[in-house]
């Protein structure tokens, strides 16, 4: 056994693969040659329904959720939990802090006053809180407080969205405008939200949209404590399989009322990613942990196994490339439209741009693969 895989040995390598499976397509969808040619598949549904793309973001707090049981439950077992969670809000400080600074770099270089119209949400910030209310769920509570915990808050969303008065529109609104977390978000994050959003006041990864989300990332929990028992694999992967077929007849039912919509994390979208989820993770959890299949793995155990570093790489390499002066323009849009587009179509050019970014943040995060290292917050 080489020293990487020895250092790997008692890791569950199919999590690890879809870790890196979820931060290679965040990667890819994040990173277009441009944002005006895109194929359908990689480009976010614009309001109710989904994509592929809107599957990544709930599969990666889905995966947080997984690998929480391997890290938590012998410290939970010896009665550490004051220590636990001071490592846990360690972390979650540490995550939120560095999804706030990605998401005002460049800029605050040129104007530090950014920072005081800065969006305050984000996909990090989202991570972090999920995973803080997550730990202190899991922490403080026995298993069954936990699944209450989890049901209410997909009830407490529900209700809130159902049958809050939003002033001017009235309740149980799903539009882009007038709905419940459209009005929260204006009310509490007011001059705070993303730009970018559908609606003015309104953040994807706003208020009250976390607190399904938070739901998501205790399913994950659930999954990985199945996956941590004692129990035979076969079995595990039969209780997987059902499970997973159990949250997607849920889904299409609550969506008979509930659109499946990820920009408000409706409780449809937390039962469909969910049981899609679990289905991805009991095929790799098959072909790798049960039968030991490897070919091919490389590429996402590197991203998997140090996915926070891939995440940074890429989001500073996306923000070097505008920045750097080429022409009139940057390098981003020279590379795009005089390198790429000279012997590619618009549209393939740009994703070849995509998988190129893909392609370097993999190779540099090989770097630290390899000599061993692998970076936790």
């Known amino acids: 056994m080489?020293?990487?895989?020895?250092?790997?040995?008692?890791?569950?390598?199919?999590?690890?693969v879809m870790r890196g499976l979820a931060m290679a397509c965040m990667i890819l969808v994040n990173n277009p040659g441009s944002w005006s040619v895109i194929y359908e598949p990689l480009k976010h549904a614009q309001w109710h329904g989904w994509t592929p793309t809107d599957l990544v973001f709930p599969f990666f707090l889905f995966i947080v959720g997984v690998a929480m049981p391997f890290s938590f439950e012998k410290r939970l077992q010896g009665g550490k939990r004051f220590s636990l969670m001071i490592k846990v809000l360690q972390r979650t400080s540490v995550l939120f802090l560095i999804g706030f600074l990605l998401g005002v770099l460049p800029n605050v270089i040129w104007n530090p006053t950014v920072l005081l119209e800065a969006r305050w949400p984000g996909v990090l910030q989202r991570i972090a809180i999920c995973y803080f209310f997550t730990s202190l769920i899991?922490?403080?509570?026995?298993?069954?407080?936990?699944?209450?915990?989890?049901?209410?808050?997909?009830i407490v969303y529900s209700a809130g969205m159902f049958f809050?008065?939003?002033?001017?529109?009235?309740?149980?609104?799903?539009?882009?405008?007038?709905?419940?977390?459209?009005?929260?978000d204006n009310q509490l994050l007011q001059g705070h939200t993303w730009s970018g959003a559908p609606a003015k006041g309104f953040d994807p990864e706003g208020v009250w949209s976390t607190l399904p989300a938070i739901t998501t990332t205790l399913l994950g929990y659930f999954t990985g404590q199945l996956l941590r028992s004692s129990e035979d694999a076969k079995e595990k992967l039969l209780w997987l399989f059902i499970s997973a077929n159990i949250s997607l007849i849920l889904a299409y039912w609550v969506s008979l009322s509930m659109p499946i919509n990820k920009q408000l994390w409706t409780v449809s979208f937390v039962l469909l990613t969910a049981g899609l989820a679990i289905h991805l993770l009991a095929m790799l959890y098959y072909l790798i942990d049960i039968r030991e299949y490897r070919r091919g793995l490389m590429p996402f155990l590197i991203l998997g196994t140090n996915a926070i570093v891939a995440y940074i790489l890429s989001s500073l390499l996306g923000d070097l490339v505008t920045i750097i002066p080429v022409g009139e323009s940057n390098l981003k849009a020279w590379l795009f439209s005089d390198v790429f587009s000279s012997f590619l179509s618009p549209i393939n050019a740009s994703l070849v741009m995509a998988v190129s970014m893909v392609l370097l943040c993999t190779s540099l995060t090989s770097i630290l693969y390899f000599r061993r290292i692998f970076i936790r917050v």
């Open 2 to 16: 080489n020293p990487v895989d020895a250092k790997l040995a008692n890791r569950l390598l199919s999590l690890d």
């Open 164 to 184: 809050y008065v939003v002033p001017g529109h009235g309740a149980g609104v799903f539009d882009v405008v007038g709905n419940f977390c459209w009005w929260l």
């Open 138 to 154: 899991v922490t403080f509570l026995p298993n069954i407080g936990r699944w209450i915990i989890a049901a209410v808050l997909l």
